[in-house]
């Protein structure tokens, strides 16, 4: 036997909201991103105004080995900074080459992705589509609709959050608002 | 790197019934189960009459390695053979130590575990509960309800199924009705 044995449990996670009632969420408000977005006068401004609440989402405290999987809800919330719709921080895993599976309770919105390898991808949520991220993906969710975007996720316990990476470098995509609909482009602050 | 590289994809599974427009289903009809239930004469009688399909569940075709997830829903419909309730197979991982998650999209039911300590527990789904099957616990869900039971599940890619054990030895519990609710019960079935 390699691991402590655990005991099976449950946990509530509202299928529309992604509340949980056993459970405190981690929070995100937009003064934690500092640099994230690529308007950084817009970006002070909302974090002197009221600071919004961007995303939320559950940790669980379960052993982090390679045969646990840790689970939860990300609740994005609607708005923009600028241009740029709310998102989160997004980040690789520090075991790179493990996957994640997120499905789309409520809401509309995207997950970007990028690779160290250069390739880049862009998959949409909407209620009922599962996006895979496979291993390897910088995974970043994003919210384009008017609603509350809830998605349901599922990663290996050992995976580990290597957010530095995108902190420093940086995303080479960006989605904003274009005549009022999404569109991608390139981060004038990406860094090779 | 010690993966082919995968591509992000999106597949649709629906939030209440569970049933994917992208894929085919595997469908496990009562003829398939033979020997699983407690009533021979019962069930013998329901194959010969109209051998109701009992659950389905898919598949992905992914690489079957530690850093892929495999994930999809499974459907169980509202039923019995005798007095007990219609279930899956159940199946330990091949690879024991791997844990799973099941999410509940709908309906009513439970997940019966075991593992080969000899501990065994019983959780219950309802529509949001979210519910852990940890490392080295077979798990067959059960419909307790009159309506399908719906749930979304995520496992580790190269865990592999061993159903031979449960076939073989059956599950020390089973989960009868009883004046017209669940009840747990030993398995006369079942051997050490
Ligand atoms: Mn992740
Ligand atoms: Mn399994």
Redesign the interface.
């Known amino acids: ?3 402590k ?11 529309i909201t992604g509340y949980s009632q056993a459970k405190n969420s981690t929070k995100r408000p937009l003064s934690k991103m500092k640099g994230m977005y690529a308007d950084d006068v817009a970006f002070d401004s909302a974090i002197q105004n009221d600071d919004p609440l961007v995303y939320e989402f559950y940790e669980l405290d ?1 052993p982090e ?5 840790l ?1 939860g809800t990300s609740i994005v919330y609607p708005g923009k900074v600028g241009d740029e719709y709310f998102m989160t921080k997004g980040h690789f895993h520090t ?1 790179l ?5 997120y ?1 789309c ?1 409520s809401g509309y919105g995207a ?1 970007l ?1 990028e ?1 160290p ?1 250069g ?1 880049w ?1 862009i ?2 949520f909407s ?11 910088a995974h970043r969710s994003i919210n384009l609709g008017n609603e509350t975007l809830v998605t ?1 996720f ?3 316990a050992d995976a580990g959050h290597d957010y530095g990476t995108i902190e420093t470098k940086g995303y080479r995509k960006l989605v904003v608002e274009r005549d009022g609909k999404p569109e991608i482009i390139d981060n004038p602050k990406w860094k090779e």
């Open positions: 036997m390699t691991e044995v655990l005991k099976p449990f449950t946990i509530d996670f509202d299928l379960l080995t390679p045969g646990n999987l689970f075991i080459d493990t996957g994640e599976v499905y309770l997950m992705m690779n390898e390739d991808d998959q949409y209620p009922g589509k599962a996006v895979y991220v496979p291993p390897r993906y349901f599922t990663f290996r």
